[in-house]
């Protein structure tokens, strides 16, 4: 079913460390996936995107890797930098239109 | 445009008044999403539009919502005789068509007091 977290994870990293953010869907016919990045009072915002048929999928800085078989999503940022400190929202799409997200994780970077 | 506009950016209404939130998706994208996000949450769907079709009401809290896109462009999001649980961030998101990559807007707080 869906999940609605109200108290985030954090992961906290250091300037030029690599990330990783994870996530896991709740529906095995989710064949589309999106990773946002929400900073504060801002809209969220489109990182990168996944269907079913792709295991590995790689952006500027950013990897998605998908595993099907234990319904998981992760995020990989490369070199982090202190603009990427925001909050990180995995989306599953299993039907029409519907976005579901997960709870978000609080990516923090230390200088 | 640019990218997905709403307004107003800001709305403070009386309960019981009746609102309309307006979405200006990007050019030539098909499909429109409503979302309601909560503080420290991620966005929740509402509904949503393929050109000027709602394909999908099924997030919509209640009769009180009701959304259009009469000409398969801009959206309007209403909320008839509002409570104070109505007050959240809405936010618009389009597409180029269905599951692919999905452009949010900066969103419409709106406060019911």
């Known amino acids: 079913g869906e999940s609605v977290g109200l108290h985030l994870p954090t992961l906290s990293v250091q300037e030029g460390d690599n990330s990783i953010i994870n996530c896991a869907y709740s529906n095995s016919a989710s064949d589309y996936f999106i990773w946002y990045k929400q900073e504060s009072g801002k809209g969220p915002q489109f990182i990168i995107d996944?269907?079913?048929?792709?295991d590995k999928r790689q952006g500027q800085r950013v990897t998605v890797l998908l595993n099907k078989t234990v319904k998981h999503l992760s995020l990989q940022i490369a070199a982090t930098q202190p603009g990427d400190s925001a909050v990180y929202f995995c989306?599953?799409?299993?039907?029409?239109?519907?976005?579901?997200f997960g709870q978000g994780t609080e990516l923090s970077v230390k200088p | 445009g640019a990218g997905v506009s709403q307004s107003p950016r800001y709305k403070v209404t009386k309960r019981g008044q009746d609102v309309a939130l307006r979405c200006d998706p990007i050019?030539?994208?098909?499909?429109l999403y409503w979302y309601r996000q909560a503080l420290g949450q991620g966005p929740e769907f509402l509904t949503y539009f393929n050109y000027e079709a709602q394909q999908d009401k099924s997030g919509l809290p209640n009769d009180r919502f009701s959304a259009e896109r009469p000409e398969g462009s801009i959206s309007t999001l209403t909320i008839q005789r509002t409570e104070q649980r109505d007050s959240a961030m809405y936010r618009c998101a389009s597409s180029l068509k269905l599951k692919t990559a999905t452009f949010f807007g900066q969103g419409t707080r709106l406060t019911v007091v």
């Open positions: 050019s030539g994208h098909v499909s």
């Open positions: 996944i269907r079913s048929n792709m």
């Open positions: 989306a599953e799409n299993n039907q029409g239109g519907k976005l579901i």
